[in-house]
């Protein structure tokens, strides 16, 4: 294991696989008492353990990134497309063969959850490690174990929990059902808050194992829980009251009955608690900048392409981004670039107006028009010639006049058709501007099938400096959570919760926005929140939107605030580029990304019938 990171690493040749359903396995190498008595070998099945971490920089084929209304991703007959079409179900396979691990991840994540166990069972006959080191290593082993099984829950809901017994207790699959949602959260939150008892405040060495697990991990991925916990799905199940129905082998109701306030308060505390450690802030940029719009760009950018920063509270770094990076340059104009990585339309839509505060785009008409808020300052039509990019201030553009004025995350993510490539060298004289319509420098309906369908590409996680030409693909960290996340989860719990407190939330949401360069207080552009739960319901929903694109969160928002079925169920739009000219490739048009389905049953994935087979008392999701 490269010891620079934990996380950035292949699993080491003690990580613990097995191919049945809770089954570890020491490939006959050593024995439990063996790899437990020496320092070295129990450091290695720890970092097994973290070998289990879910990988999203594989966005391409592992992750939900795809399947939200924030990412459309270019390539055709990926597993991804299952999900989005809704033509999956318990028994479908993907078209490699078999669904990828993150679409069925059920077998690999109990796996792992096993081998937590094990360590959490035999780490104290470590007599090479002292007493505080094997009560740290146990903590982390206890969060995994607890994050492990949230990532079960938040795809399937409620599962079969196992606390600290190992298959070893010749637990009779038949006679095992789910434990109830109130149950499993109540698991998962506790053990994160006593792993977080043990756990540093700050990783002691940071030169040898940054990216471990640290009490502000253990907290902040609570508040997730409880937050996700609060919202209607797990929590009532809204106005269809999802899961009611279901009822476990062992006469349990598995979704609660009925909705209750106090989760919410619970959340706004767990979130609370982890701004209250006070050793985080939001990352901002050490460059001297007036504009606060390019300063809010730089800011937001370097949260991502710095290696570490005071932001990020759990994160993984990869000392090669390539990976990432090939599918996000555009094809043919700057080097090597796939360019698939493409921001919805829709996305482009959200973000604010810098000088207003304002959202341009309110909804959408029957047809894909947006309803556009003409006291935002957006121009929905039209061209304006010499206009400079904050990117870039050396060599100007013939700008969609859709592109003017908004807000720092904006212009450090979204890509647009006709900007010069966002490296240094992009505006030279060799280099054009790069649109993406037919017969345009990164053509559309490309033979190679790599090109780009939306009209953007998104350049958050893109450091401009990443020099394809060079074969120099940069580094970047992927956030698994920030202190931006639980600002907004703070936030949306206190303005659901019974005693309402609108000022604390919009005190955390104008932090996040000011960051991005937008100086309007919320409750000075839209006074209505101060006394509207809904309205301001409205704006925390946004910012989500906006702050947390491609992180992999949008697609559970969706489902745990249960609207899915409006947002994420139909027509999905990009620009119009089987035009063969700049200006008529900026139409509105649905005829090139394929729409999406959302039905009822599609809140939560089905338990695959490869699991049924082997648990043959399990209760199925509703509608599968």
Known sequence: MKRSTILSTAVAALVLTGCKFLEHNFNDQMTIEEVFSKRPTTERYLAGLYGYLPDDIFAYDQTFIGCADDAYFSWEKMDYELVNS???????????????????PWSNIYIAINQATVFMNHIDECGELTKEERATMKAEARFLRAYFYFNLFKQYGPVYLWFDETPDMKIRSEEIDRHTVDQCVDFIESEMAKAAEDLPLKVSDPTTWQGRITKGTALGMRSRVLLFAARPLFNGGGDIGYGKDLVNLYGDHIFPQSYDASKWDKAAKAAKAVIDLDIYSLHKTKEEVSDPVVKGMLSYRETFTECWNEELIFARYYPDASVWNSRVVPPRVFGVGLGGFTPTLKLVDAYPMAATGRYPVTGYKSNGEPIVDAASGYEEDGFTEGWYHPTHTDRAIKVHNSMKGRDGRFYASIFFNGMYWIHPDGTKPEYSPVTFYTGGTSTFAHESGDYVKTG??????????????KNVWGTFTWSYMRLAEVYLNYAEACNEKEDRDAAEALKYLNMIRERAGITQKIEAVYPQVLTSREELRKIIR?????ELAFEGLRYYDLRTWMIAPEEVNGPRYGLDLTATDYEN???????????IVFETKHYLFPIAQKQLNEMKNFTQNQGW
């Open 456 to 469: 953007f590409v998104f350049t958050k996680l893109t450091d401009p400096n990443v020099d394809t030409r």
């Open 542 to 546: 946004q910012e989500r939107f906006i």
């Open 585 to 595: 490739s900026w139409k509105r048009s649905s005829k090139i990304c394929q729409p």
């Open 86 to 104: 809704g033509s999956y179900n318990e028994s479908t396979v993907g078209v490699r063969g078999e669904w990828t691990p993150k679409f069925n």
